[in-house]
């Protein structure tokens, strides 16, 4: 099973970025579906992003801001957040899973990340 360890989280002022990094282990990162989920205080689950193979999806809240990229040689997925909203404010979820169905569903997830708080001040 593939294990997920996140890093890059932090405290920024709207406007500014950050890049997530989940470094994978026990599997390597080519061989599923890298997906993106957040949490903010009292919502639920959101999903932010995936990428299949080559193929990217984003939330309509975020595309445009953000961008989801793969370091194969050091076995890496990045978020990339830009134009950062208030809104934005969450703990971020790295997740690995199956290449199945619409990459919103958080079911098809298999391992997930310990999550990275990001937050973003007016």
């Known amino acids: 099973q593939v294990q997920l360890v996140e890093s890059g989280g932090g405290l920024v002022q709207a406007g500014g970025s950050l890049r997530l990094s989940c470094a994978a282990s026990g599997g390597a990162l080519t061989d599923v579906r890298l997906g993106w989920f957040r949490q903010a205080p009292e919502k639920g689950r959101e999903f932010v992003g995936a990428l299949t193979g080559s193929i990217t999806d984003y939330s309509d809240s975020v595309r445009g801001r953000f961008t989801i990229s793969r370091d194969i040689a050091k076995n890496t997925v990045y978020l990339q957040m830009d134009s950062l909203k208030p809104e934005d404010t969450a703990i971020y979820y790295c997740?690995?899973?199956?290449?199945?169905?619409?990459?919103?569903?958080?079911?098809?997830?298999?391992?997930w990340g310990q999550g990275a708080l990001v937050t973003v001040s007016s």
């Open positions: 997740a690995a899973g199956y290449s199945i169905g619409a990459a919103s569903l958080d079911a098809t997830y298999v391992s």
